[in-house]
């Protein structure tokens, strides 16, 4: 049984339109990557960024990631993230009467133990 | 694992820009503990990138853990090769400095990258420690009595790769040409194999050959020669050496090259020939006349081998023959000399007259096997008696059959001698007589001297020399040797009265002669004479010691009596002596 459009559709007009479709989902794609590297250029450029991985990597809480921000913040650290290797700035924190003092405490032991 | 170690983990694997100034701090500021982790992990990594902090904070980890840093060089090689890429003067020259302080000389290859360096401190620090190790390792070699590829360790082979490899990068830069001291290590180092080296060598007008030979020029140090002994076979190459090598050098510099020479005996004639007027291989080079007796035959043999005039070459073995002090160095220089053609004569004479013992004895014997000794001086046969015990017994045979017309004709020149003073020169005086066979010429010494019975041992050569002389009238004198302590001269007394008529009486006296040299001789006499008492002595020697069987067996060869080959046989197979049986065998095969 003979094709519904052999007869209907010129094949001038169907290869131009395969490559019309073709040259688009290349752009896209190329947009796509595009995009992705500059977000990871840019993830890799900010401070957030590397704060985030810290965090994630350390199964962090809510809080605990704020009292690491505010800890960071009291000693002026910056980047933010050096307050991963600073243990002394994290002890303050009880001096500050921020944290109690076992919560400092399991905080030093996932951070530097 | 532990929280620290998490952080760790992220920084190392982050591509953040923050990960490395966390790590820098850690290195410079964090808690001890902390910085200790840290500086594990760095060390553990494969990431140069990463590793490089290590570098780039060294001076700031404090001295422990700097130590632990260069203990585990080994596990530095990225981080340091990242550290050299960033193109850091700071940080190429602490790498030099690490690689320098470890003496870790398989990361040569960096020292070599540093002497690349657009860095004039840089490449000062990375040039002078390839320079070290260039020596070092050079001199080393010049210890060998070898080629350095033949006799180095296995270990010493791989750190003479790793710093060859460290100097072709350092000669293939563009500042090597202005660096002395790059293309002297590497001249130093480089064997037939580097032809990185050799093939910019053979282009005239590359500039690091023109400043290499200006350089060379200029000073020349023995780590240097090996350089130029392997240009000598390089056509386009060996002019220039042979230029450098033609001035006269200084002892120590001397001997170097002589080394050098023996460790590459392979060299071509064209090469060799280019010695030829090397003023240190000539006549009158005093280092020559003291080198040890390997370097003289390696001086005499590159002499001969340069196609030098003979005479010159004559000289040169004569000086070294007469006034070296090592007897086996002038036994060299005189074989050379011996072999020098015509032009060995006159100074084979000079050595006769003049060289100490026993080189005069040798240059005698070489002038009569020559025939150039039909008139020998007194200085000549003072040498000769002085030298004679030196000599193999073949050759004092030698020598007294060559001098046996001289002595006829001249009988004066030997005639102080005999009656010389000393025992040693008489001796061998006496000695020369016999073997010359010209003992009827001096019987009237001999005759004394055969019947001094203070001194037995002259009194027995004596009376050997007059037993193969045809020394006439001696009755009286033999057969008061007779009656001498000493078995020597009774036993010669023995012999030379088998050579007279002597009644058989005389013999038979002696057959029970408590010395089994003069049994022998009674023996061999009484046999000669056919007289059974001759056998029967034989035959109880036969069953006695190892020294009667030993003389026994002289008697055998001497007189051959019937059954001579089953007894030969049956001592050659069954005594229980090695001597007797060696001596029986020898006997078996002559008969």
């Known amino acids: 049984m003979p094709s519904l459009f052999t007869h209907d559709v010129p094949p001038l007009f169907t290869n131009a339109a395969t490559a019309v479709m073709f040259i688009g989902l290349a752009a896209l794609a190329v947009a796509a990557v595009v995009a992705s590297r500059r977000q990871q250029g840019q993830r890799d450029r900010s401070s957030d960024g590397l704060w985030h991985d810290l965090r994630r990597a350390h199964g962090l809480s809510r809080r605990e990631t704020r009292l690491l921000r505010e800890a960071a913040e009291r000693a002026s650290l910056n980047p933010a993230s050096l307050v991963f290797m600073e243990p002394h700035v994290v002890m303050r924190l009880v001096d500050h009467e921020r944290a109690t003092r076992s919560e400092v405490q399991e905080l030093m032991s996932k951070l530097y133990s | 694992m532990s929280g620290f170690d998490t952080t760790l983990d992220v920084l190392l694997d982050s591509a953040n820009r923050d990960a490395p100034r966390l790590l820098g701090h850690v290195l410079i500021r964090g808690d001890m503990r902390l910085r200790e982790r840290a500086v594990e992990r760095l060390m553990a990594t494969t990431d140069g990138r990463r590793q490089a902090l290590l570098v780039h904070y060294l001076d700031c980890l404090g001295h422990n853990l700097e130590t632990r840093v260069l203990g585990g060089i080994g596990h530095m090689g990225a981080g340091l090769r990242h550290a050299m890429t960033l193109r850091d003067p700071r940080m190429q020259v602490t790498v030099v400095r690490m690689v320098r302080d470890t003496q870790d000389q398989s990361l040569a290859y960096l020292v070599g990258e540093a002497a690349c360096s657009a860095d004039q401190s840089v490449r000062g620090q990375a040039v002078d420690l390839l320079w070290r190790w260039s020596v070092a390792l050079r001199r080393q070699e010049m210890a060998l009595d070898g080629p350095a590829e033949m006799l180095l360790d296995e270990a010493s082979l791989r750190r003479r790769t790793f710093v060859t490899e460290g100097l072709q990068r350092a000669f293939t830069s563009r500042f090597a040409a202005e660096s002395p001291r790059t293309l002297c290590a590497a001249a130093m180092l480089a064997d037939r194999y580097a032809s990185w080296f050799w093939g910019a060598m053979n282009v005239r007008r590359d500039t690091r050959r023109r400043a290499l030979m200006a350089h060379l020029a200029e000073t020349l140090e023995p780590e240097m020669l090996s350089f130029l002994v392997q240009a000598l076979d390089r056509e386009g190459l060996a002019g220039d050496a042979a230029g450098l090598l033609h001035q006269a050098f200084d002892g120590r510099t001397v001997e170097a090259l002589l080394r050098e020479f023996a460790r590459r005996p392979a060299l071509s004639a064209p090469a060799?020939?280019?010695?030829?007027?090397?003023?240190?291989?000539?006549?009158?080079?005093?280092?020559?006349?003291?080198?040890?007796?390997?370097l003289v035959t390696t001086a005499l043999?590159?002499?001969?081998?340069?196609?030098?005039?003979?005479?010159?070459?004559?000289?040169?073995c004569r000086s070294v023959a007469v006034n070296h002090r090592e007897p086996e160095a002038r036994r060299v220089a005189l074989e050379a000399l011996a072999h020098s053609g015509e032009a060995a004569g006159p100074e084979l004479r000079i050595v006769a007259e003049t060289a100490p013992q026993p080189s005069a004895g040798a240059a005698i014997l070489h002038l009569l096997r020559r025939g150039?000794?039909?008139?020998?001086?007194?200085?000549?046969?003072?040498?000769?008696?002085?030298?004679?015990?030196?000599?193999?017994?073949?050759?004092?045979r030698e020598v007294g059959r060559g001098l046996a017309s001289a002595l006829r004709g001249q009988p004066e020149l030997l005639r102080d001698h005999l009656a010389a003073r000393g025992e040693a020169r008489r001796r061998a005086a006496v000695a020369l007589v016999r073997l010359a066979q010209v003992a009827d010429v001096f019987d009237g010494e001999l005759k004394a001297m055969a019947a001094d019975a203070r001194d037995t041992q002259l009194q027995s050569a004596a009376l050997s020399a007059i037993a193969e002389g045809a020394v006439e009238g001696l009755a009286a004198v033999l057969h008061q040797g007779l009656g001498s302590w000493d078995a020597r001269v009774r036993a010669n007394a023995l012999e030379a009265l088998d050579r007279r008529?002597?009644?058989?009486?005389?013999?038979?006296?002696?057959?029970?002669?408590?010395?089994?040299?003069?049994?022998?001789?009674?023996?061999?006499?009484?046999?000669?004479?056919?007289?059974?008492?001759?056998?029967?002595?034989?035959?109880?020697?036969?069953?006695?010691?190892?020294a009667e069987r030993l003389s026994a067996l002289w008697v055998?060869?001497?007189t051959r009596p019937d059954g001579f080959v089953p007894t030969a046989r049956l001592l050659a197979s069954r005594d229980p002596s090695g001597r007797v049986r060696g001596k029986a065998a020898e006997l078996l095969k002559s008969a």
């Open chain 2, 272 to 294: 060799l020939r280019r010695l030829r007027e090397a003023p240190w291989l000539g006549a009158g080079e005093v280092t020559l006349e003291q080198a040890a007796p390997p």
């Open chain 2, 301 to 316: 043999a590159l002499a001969a081998g340069s196609g030098m005039p003979r005479p010159r070459l004559a000289i040169l």
């Open chain 2, 372 to 396: 150039e000794l039909a008139e020998p001086s007194g200085r000549v046969m003072m040498n000769l008696l002085r030298d004679w015990w030196d000599l193999s017994p073949v050759d004092r």
């Open chain 2, 501 to 546: 008529e002597a009644r058989d009486d005389v013999f038979l006296r002696f057959t029970d002669d408590p010395s089994p040299r003069v049994r022998a001789n009674a023996a061999r006499a009484l046999i000669d004479r056919n007289r059974p008492e001759g056998s029967v002595t034989l035959r109880r020697m036969l069953t006695g010691g190892e």
């Open chain 2, 556 to 558: 055998f060869s001497r």
